[in-house]
T-cell receptor
């Protein structure tokens, strides 16, 4: 099992540019999460998909951020235009949810984004 | 909004000592409290979790203690080792039983505790 795959691992871009982060969840998982990690704010949930449908996007900072999940094996997080304050490590995680409560989330290695 | 307060922010322990990290939560519709461990340059990974109707869960050197009336839970690492040096996050369920469908997998994470175990 390859685990959750994220690309790129590192991204350096200039302010105003568009950034696209990619995620391939674990095969068979039905939920996908995008998180942002910074020293100041810790680990923040940005958006949560279940069965490819966005369920909770209340953590998306502003309209510059958008996320899509066109199918069960792929998701993107796009920032347009990017700003220096978007610099952070972005994690994608997936899980297999059923009728119970409490499911393990499997995190990818993260994408370290630096906006200059 | 559900908040999870974690302390301490950092912890230095001698090898062989006991590491204790505490978390407090507000309201939740169900009891599932996981701890995640994160090494530098890696994503967090589930370490241990406690489920409903259990006040303590032990796995090897790691123990979760859960106090429902106080809305607190803690992680104890016995015989701490240098390899335990990492950042530890507690988490609590986000969302309630009446949310859409059975999509109850969201978590609020604490701010993290950076543990350093000296040899």
């Amino acid at each position: 099992d390859a685990g959750v795959i994220q690309s790129p691992r590192h991204e350096v871009t200039e302010m105003g540019q568009e950034v696209t982060l990619r995620c391939k969840p674990i095969s068979g998982h039905n939920s996908l999460f995008w998180y942002r990690q910074t020293m100041m704010r810790g680990l923040e949930l940005l958006i949560y998909f279940n069965n490819n449908v966005p369920i909770d996007d209340s953590g998306m900072p502003e309209d510059r951020f958008s996320a899509k999940m066109p199918n069960a094996s792929f998701s993107t997080l796009k920032i347009q235009p990017s700003e220096p304050r978007d610099s952070a490590v972005y994690f994608c995680a997936s899980s297999l949810e059923g009728q119970g409560v409490g499911y393990e989330q499997y995190f990818g290695p993260g994408t370290r984004l630096t906006v200059t | 909004q559900q908040q999870v307060k974690q302390s301490p922010q950092s912890l230095i322990v001698q090898k062989g000592g006991i590491s204790i990290i505490n978390c407090a939560y507000e309201n939740t519709a169900f009891d599932y409290f996981p701890w995640y461990q994160q090494f530098p340059g890696k994503g967090p990974a589930l370490l241990i979790a406690i489920r409903p109707d259990v006040s303590e869960k032990k796995e090897g050197r790691f123990t979760i203690s859960f106090n429902k009336s106080a809305k607190q839970f803690s992680l104890h690492i016995m015989d701490s080792q240098p390899g335990d040096s990492a950042t530890y996050f507690c988490a609590a369920p986000r969302g309630f039983a009446f949310d859409r469908g059975s999509t109850l997998g969201r978590l609020y994470f604490g701010r993290g505790t950076q543990l350093t175990v000296w040899p």
